[in-house]
Nanobody, 126 residues
Framework: QVQLVESGGGLVQAGGSLRLSCAASGRTFSNYVMGWFRQAPGKEREFVAAITWSGGSTFYADSVKGRFTISRDGGKDTVYLQLNSLRPDDTAVYYC???????????????????WGQGTQVTVSS
């Protein structure tokens, strides 16, 4: 049974930082892409970042490029999302997801991903 468990969310002031973790278990992820998405109240879930498990290729939404960094530790089966220079509009529930590797376009879509975590809340105060 595949499980993705996020942690690391919290309340932070604008300009601050957080590091989110996603612990993955239940299968081999070597041919998978791991993604982070977020969903703010009343809005659709949106792509934030993704990384291929084996090759380490990374993809970012324009809104977070230069501020957020995605990485993975294969030995720990964990994916991280470092959030720097946080802004109030980064406030959302952040979700970790896993799915088969795809194109530079498809990895940005929710339908690409087969497995999802339960989410972790990030709140940025002004």
């Amino acid at each position: 049974q595949v499980q993705l468990v996020e942690s690391g969310g919290g309340l932070v002031q604008a300009g601050g930082s957080l590091r989110l973790s996603c612990a993955a278990s239940g299968r081999t992820f070597s041919n998978y892409v791991m993604g982070w998405f977020r969903q703010a109240p009343g809005k659709e879930r949106e792509f934030v970042a993704a990384i291929t498990w084996s090759g380490g290729s990374t993809f970012y939404a324009d809104s977070v490029k230069g501020r957020f960094t995605i990485s993975r530790d294969g030995g720990k089966d964990t994916v991280y999302l470092q959030l720097n220079s946080l802004r109030p509009d980064d406030t959302a529930v952040y979700y970790c997801a896993a799915g088969p590797q795809g194109t530079i376009v498809s990895v940005r879509t929710t339908r690409k991903y087969d497995y999802w975590g339960q989410g972790t809340q990030v709140t940025v105060s002004s």
